[in-house]
C-alpha cells in the first residue's frame, strides 16, 4: 500500500469492542482522504434522525494520502460527526502533528461509536488500540489533559487530541484540541467527543509511509517548494500569518467590528498583527512538514497580563476578542483567546456570543441584572473574559449563551434574533460580509454553516480585470464590492478547499496561495499512491465531495431558503466610516441563481440534479433521496 | 513648491523596515512609481520587492474616502499632502 496505510480503526465505547477494517479502495479513488473519507461515512451510517448528542452519533477522524509525507503542511487531520451545534453536517479540522502520528500509527481512519460507561481516553499506538480510564482527567483544561497523558503514557512523543471543560460541561460549540492550541473548533465535533465520555485520543506511531514513486514525488515536492519559497507572500505568511489581516480589513473597511455594526475600529493598531510581533512575538512556530511556519509563540512580560504565554493566535482570536467586542487591549485579546484554548471552545462561535450580548446590551434589549451584573459596554474587557468564563462552565447568564447564539436569542427573545450573526446555527467570523461579497456568498451556501473555510475566495481581493475575464469570464468576480461571476468563484474554491481538506493538507498553500493546481495534484497524487490520478478526476473527487455534503444538508431539510444571510448584511449599508466598502449590502440572490446554476443544482430548491449527482457517481445518493421522496 | 507625500507601513513592510511611517519630499508631483523608486533606493531590493506584493490604500486631501492602488498603478499621480499606506493583501485566514 502506497500513500495510503489502508486500515480503518472502528471502536465502539459501550462494548469496548475494536475492529481493524480495510480502507475501501472506493474511499480512496473517489474521496481521497480526510473530509472525504468522512463525510462519506457520515452519509452512509449517521441518518437524519440521529440525535447529535445521542449514542447513535459516530465521530470520524480522518487523515489524507498526503499526511506524514514532506508535502508542505501536510499536518491536518478532520473531525467529522452530526454537529449538535447546527444539526446539520459537523465537521473541523487542526493541523499541529496529531494527523501525522495517526498515520504513523498505521490508520486512515478511526470511527468512534457509542458511548463509554464512564470517562476513557483512546491509546493507538503502531496498529493497536485500546481504552484507558479517563475519570482523573475529566474535568481538567486542554492544557493540563495533554500534559497529563503524555506523563502517563511516559512517552514525550505522543500526540494527544482532547477535549477542555466546556465541553463536558456541554457548550455547544466546544471543540478538539491537538498539540495545546491546534483547534477542529468549529461545529462542536469537541462536543460530541464528550457526549460519548471520551476525553482524549493519543496516538504514537513508528510505521513507515511508502511513496510508489519515491524520486517523482521528491521532485515535485522540491517543486513546490520553491513555489512556495518565492511566493509573494511568503514573507506576509512567515512574519505575521493570518493576523495580518487586522490591519488589512480595517484599511478595506470591513474589519467585524461592535458586532459588525461597523467595518472599521478606530483601536485596530493596538490589537493588530505588527503590534503583537513587535511586542509579544518571541518566535515563529509551524506545523509537521511545514516551510511557512505562520504561528508564534508568545509571552507577556509586564502588566495586568504578565506571565500569559501560549501559541498563536489566528486573525479569528485575536480579531474575536478585540474588534468585534471593541477592545483595544491586546493583552485581554490574547487573554481571552487563551481561556478559549484552556477550556476548549471554538472563538469565532465564542466570540460572536459575547459581542451579541453586548449588542443587546447597547440596545437596552439586555440589562445588567439579566446579565449577572456584567456591564457588557464595548470594550469592557474585564466583562468580556469574565463571561468566557461563564459559558464554560454554563453558569449563571453564561448558560444562556453556551448553547450558540441562536438558542441564546430564543431564550432572551425581544426580537433578539435579528441580531444573532450566524448561518445555519454556526457564528459567523470576524470579517463583514458587506465588503467582500464572495465570501458572503460562501457563508450562505457553506455546508457546514456561517463558514468561511469551506471556500475562501479570496481571489476577489485581486482587483485585476483581466485576470476576472480569464478565470471566471466577467471583470466583476476580481472585485470583492462586485457581485457578479461570484458564483462561479466560490465554486471553483470550494473544490479547492475540498482539495485541501481530502488531502488535509493547508489551505494557506493550497487555497490562499494557489499552491498545487488539480493537474499538479494528480501527479503528485500519482507518484505517492501509484493510482493512476488525472487532472479530471482529482477535480470531479472534490466537486463530489461538495455534492455529497450538499446531499447530506438537503437530506436534513436544508433548502435555498436556508441559504441566507443574517438581515444586517442585505438590508444595512456599511456606515461612511468604512471608507471604500461604505453603503455596501450584500446582493445574496443573483449570486445564489449564478452559483446553483454553476453548480448544476435546482435555482428554485438548492436541490442537485439527479443529473449532476449520477455524472459524480453518486447513484448511491440519487437512490437515497428518492427514497425519501427528495428528487 | 516642496511636494510632501507622507507613507505609512503595515503588514510585513514595517516589519521589515522597523518604521510606521516617513515623509517623502519632492520638488513637483510624483507618481507612485517614484515613490516606490524612493523606497528601493532607500532600504534596497528584498524591501523594494516586498513593496511590490502589497496594497496601497492612497488618502488624497480633500477626499473623505481613501482610493485602493496597487504598485501596477505607477502613473498615478500624488499631491502635496497625500498619504499612502502600505498593507498586506487581504487573503484567507
Same mark, same amino acid.
Given at each position: ?527 505517492? #499512491? +501509484? &493510482? @493512476?490520478?488525472? /487532472?479530471?478526476?482529482? $477535480? ?5 465531495? !461538495?455534492?455529497?455534503? *450538499? ?53 428554485? #430548491? +438548492? &436541490? @442537485?440534479?439527479? /443529473?449532476?449527482?449520477? $455524472? ?5 445518493? !440519487?437512490?437515497?433521496? *428518492? ?5 | ?93
Amino acid at each position: 500500500m502506497y500513500g495510503y496505510q489502508g486500515k480503518v480503526l472502528r471502536v465502539n465505547l459501550c462494548t469496548e469492542e475494536m475492529r481493524i477494517e480495510d480502507l475501501p479502495e472506493e474511499l480512496m479513488l473517489n474521496y481521497l482522504g480526510g473530509r472525504g473519507f468522512n463525510m462519506k461515512r457520515l452519509y452512509d451510517e449517521v441518518p437524519p434522525e440521529v440525535d447529535p448528542l445521542g449514542s447513535e452519533n459516530k465521530l470520524f477522524i480522518g487523515v489524507g494520502p498526503l499526511t506524514g509525507t514532506l508535502f508542505p503542511g501536510a499536518a491536518r487531520v478532520n473531525f467529522s460527526a452530526k454537529s449538535p451545534q447546527t444539526g446539520i453536517l459537523g465537521d473541523s479540522n487542526a493541523g499541529g502533528f496529531f494527523g501525522p502520528e495517526l498515520k504513523f500509527a498505521g490508520f486512515d481512519q478511526v470511527i468512534v461509536e457509542g458511548v463509554a460507561k464512564a470517562p476513557v481516553y483512546l491509546y493507538i499506538k503502531d496498529g493497536e488500540a485500546r481504552l484507558k480510564p479517563a475519570q482523573h482527567l475529566w474535568g481538567k483544561e486542554v492544557f493540563a489533559t495533554q500534559e497529563a497523558i503524555l506523563q502517563e503514557l511516559n512517552d514525550a512523543r505522543v500526540q494527544v487530541a482532547c477535549i477542555g471543560p466546556a465541553a463536558e460541561n456541554g457548550v455547544k460549540y466546544s471543540g478538539i484540541f491537538c498539540n495545546l492550541v491546534r483547534a477542529a473548533a468549529r461545529t462542536g465535533m469537541g462536543t460530541v467527543m464528550a457526549s460519548k465520555n471520551l476525553k482524549a485520543i493519543a496516538v504514537r506511531g513508528t510505521q513507515d509511509l511508502k511513496a510508489a514513486q519515491p524520486e517523482k514525488f521528491m521532485e515535485l515536492l522540491q517543486e513546490i517548494d520553491q513555489e512556495i519559497y518565492q511566493h509573494f507572500e511568503y514573507k506576509t505568511r512567515l512574519l505575521l500569518g493570518t493576523t495580518k489581516l487586522v490591519h488589512a480589513l480595517n484599511e478595506a473597511g470591513c474589519l467585524a467590528t461592535k458586532h459588525f455594526q461597523t467595518g472599521r475600529f478606530v483601536g485596530a493598531e493596538q490589537v493588530s498583527g505588527e503590534r503583537l510581533a513587535e511586542t509579544y512575538r518571541r518566535k515563529g512556530k509551524g506545523c509537521f512538514a511545514c516551510t511557512v511556519p505562520c504561528s508564534r509563540f508568545f509571552s507577556i512580560e509586564e502588566g495586568k497580563y504578565q506571565g500569559l504565554k501560549s501559541e498563536g493566535p489566528e486573525f479569528e482570536g485575536l480579531a474575536g476578542f478585540s474588534s468585534r467586542v471593541g477592545v483595544d487591549d491586546l493583552g485581554a485579546a490574547l487573554k481571552g483567546v487563551d481561556l478559549c484554548n484552556r477550556y476548549g471552545m471554538d472563538v469565532i462561535s465564542a466570540s460572536e456570543c459575547v459581542s451579541f450580548a453586548m449588542e443587546l446590551y447597547q440596545r437596552g434589549l439586555l440589562t445588567k441584572d439579566e446579565a449577572d451584573g456584567l456591564d457588557l459596554t464595548w470594550g469592557n474587557s474585564e466583562a468580556v473574559l469574565t463571561l468566557l468564563e461563564k459559558i464554560a462552565f454554563r453558569q449563571g447568564f453564561g448558560d444562556v449563551l453556551a448553547d450558540g447564539v441562536v438558542e441564546a436569542a430564543k431564550r432572551i427573545g425581544k426580537g433578539s434574533e435579528l441580531y444573532a450573526m450566524h448561518v445555519k446555527g454556526l457564528e459567523i467570523f470576524q470579517a463583514d460580509p458587506r465588503g467582500l461579497k464572495a465570501y458572503a456568498l460562501g457563508f450562505a451556501v457553506a455546508t457546514r454553516g456561517g463558514d468561511h473555510l469551506r471556500s475562501e475566495p479570496s481571489f476577489e481581493f485581486t482587483e485585476d480585470p483581466e485576470e476576472g475575464i480569464r478565470r471566471f469570464g466577467v471583470p466583476e468576480s476580481a472585485f470583492r464590492l462586485e457581485y457578479k461571476g461570484k458564483g462561479k468563484v466560490v465554486k471553483f474554491y470550494e473544490e479547492r478547499s475540498a482539495l485541501a481538506d481530502c488531502l488535509n493538507v493547508c489551505k494557506n498553500t493550497l487555497v490562499n496561495m494557489e499552491i498545487l493546481p488539480f493537474h499538479q495534484a494528480a501527479e503528485l497524487l500519482t507518484a505517492v #499512491t +501509484g &493510482i @493512476p490520478f488525472t /487532472e479530471e478526476k482529482v $477535480q470531479q473527487a472534490a466537486e463530489r465531495v !461538495v455534492n455529497l455534503e *450538499r446531499a447530506y444538508i438537503v437530506r436534513e431539510g436544508i433548502r435555498r431558503k436556508d441559504d441566507t444571510l443574517p438581515e444586517r448584511f442585505l438590508k444595512e449599508p456599511l456606515p461612511p466610516e468604512c471608507g471604500p466598502s461604505a453603503g455596501s449590502i450584500v446582493e445574496l440572490e443573483p449570486m445564489l441563481d449564478e452559483y446553483y446554476e454553476t453548480h448544476h443544482w435546482d435555482i428554485a #430548491t +438548492g &436541490i @442537485p440534479t439527479v /443529473e449532476k449527482l449520477e $455524472q459524480l457517481g453518486l447513484q448511491d445518493i !440519487v437512490a437515497d433521496l *428518492r427514497w425519501r421522496g427528495i428528487v | 513648491m516642496i511636494v510632501v507625500i507622507q507613507v505609512e507601513y503595515l503588514g510585513v513592510v514595517r516589519l521589515l523596515t522597523a518604521k510606521k511611517e516617513e515623509s517623502f519630499q519632492f520638488t513637483c508631483s510624483p507618481t507612485l512609481g517614484q515613490i516606490l523608486e524612493c523606497l528601493g533606493n532607500k532600504y534596497g531590493q528584498e524591501i523594494a520587492e516586498e513593496c511590490l506584493n502589497q496594497m496601497i490604500f492612497l488618502h488624497i486631501p480633500g477626499f473623505p474616502a481613501s482610493q485602493l492602488k496597487w504598485p501596477r498603478d505607477q502613473d498615478v499621480k500624488l499631491e502635496n499632502g497625500s498619504l499612502l499606506r502600505f498593507i498586506s493583501m487581504v487573503t484567507g485566514g
